[in-house]
């Protein structure tokens, strides 16, 4: 199985700051990668495919980037509404497998 | 409106089965794959299954393999999940997604919760 670990587990940004997450894989999964955000007591929304491709509805300010084992999705500057947790999704190979989750705090 | 709406969730006790469905609508639903995923209280997102566009491919986690049955049926535009032998580790919100190669998991149902308790 391919682990996915995010770090950090939390992170408490003021608005309009840059927040970024990482995702290392346990094994190379080239750019098959996907990000998502997760707001209390909704499904979880894609964000990010395939690395780095952006989702048509989803703001500018979230950006993906990495291949093989390292990743990153990179909120360029904060805003209230993005208080969430963000998980990110290999589907390189069975089982896909979810990181254990960024939970984002608004200061 | 592209939707994917989950049911048949409820509780159960231990040993017991629930079937839940997938009932999709808004898109051409023999072009994609559907997942399960699930989320236990509190925690993170679990892959738990998946079918491909004719149901003649399945596939599943260790953790229920054997336990549940991933089906779909085309004239009903909706995927099913017989889960059997349940346990109280298998209580969890359980969603279901579509996928498609160009897509990837792209849209999800609300979720359906599945409580195992005596």
């Known amino acids: 199985e391919n682990v996915l670990t995010q770090s950090p587990d939390f992170q408490s940004v003021t608005p309009k700051e840059k927040v970024t997450i990482t995702c290392r894989a346990s094994?190379?999964?080239?750019?098959?990668l996907h990000w998502y955000q997760q707001k209390p007591d909704q499904s979880p929304k894609l964000l990010i495919k395939?690395?780095?491709q952006s989702i048509s509805g989803v703001p500018s300010r979230f950006s993906g980037s990495g291949s093989g084992t390292d990743f990153t999705l990179t909120i360029s500057s904060l805003e209230a509404e993005d208080a969430a947790a963000y998980y990110c999704?290999?589907?390189?190979?069975?089982?896909?497998?979810f990181g254990q989750g960024t939970k984002v705090e608004i200061k | 409106e592209v939707r994917l709406v989950e049911s048949g969730g409820g509780l159960v006790q231990p040993g017991g089965s629930l079937r839940l469905s997938c009932a999709a609508s808004?898109?051409?639903?023999?072009?994609?794959?559907i997942h399960w995923v699930r989320q236990a209280p509190g925690k993170g997102l679990v892959w738990v299954s998946r079918?491909?566009?004719?149901?003649?491919?399945?596939n599943y986690a260790d953790s229920v393999k054997g336990r549940f049955t991933i089906s779909r049926d085309t004239a009903k535009n909706t995927v099913y999940l017989q889960m059997n032998s349940l346990r109280a580790e298998d209580t969890a919100v359980y969603y279901c997604?579509?996928?498609?190669?160009?897509?990837?998991?792209?849209?999800w149902g609300q979720g359906t919760t599945v409580t195992v308790s005596s």
């Open positions: 997604a579509r996928v498609s190669t160009p897509s990837g998991m792209d849209v």
């Open positions: 808004g898109f051409t639903f023999t072009t994609y794959w």
């Open positions: 079918i491909n566009t004719d149901g003649s491919t399945t």
């Open positions: 094994q190379s999964i080239g750019s098959s």
């Open positions: 395939f690395a780095s």
């Open positions: 999704l290999q589907t390189s190979g069975l089982p896909w497998t």
